[in-house]
């Protein structure tokens, strides 16, 4: 097993909270099947967590562990 630890570079966090929606499979229906303050409220709470990783540019830099594990067949 090999352990990768990256960080995983977006431009800012509308497009991380985009590419989640448009590519995720269970998280879109979960957000866009609540009522718009519900929705308001996952927002905002998805912003205040993206902010620790925000940096000095404005992208985001998001932390990202990876296990990677190989075998073979005898």
Not at 32 to 40: L, N, R
Request: charged content about 25%.
């Amino acid at each position: 097993v090999s352990h990768l630890h990256y960080e995983a570079r977006v431009s800012d966090t509308e497009t991380f909270w985009r590419g989640i929606l448009d590519s995720a499979v269970r998280i879109p229906p979960l957000v866009t099947e609540q009522p718009p303050d519900v929705q308001a409220r996952i927002r905002a709470a998805f912003e205040e967590l993206c902010a620790v990783h925000i940096r000095d540019d404005g992208t985001l830099a998001i932390p990202v562990a990876v296990q990677v594990t190989q075998g073979r067949r005898p």
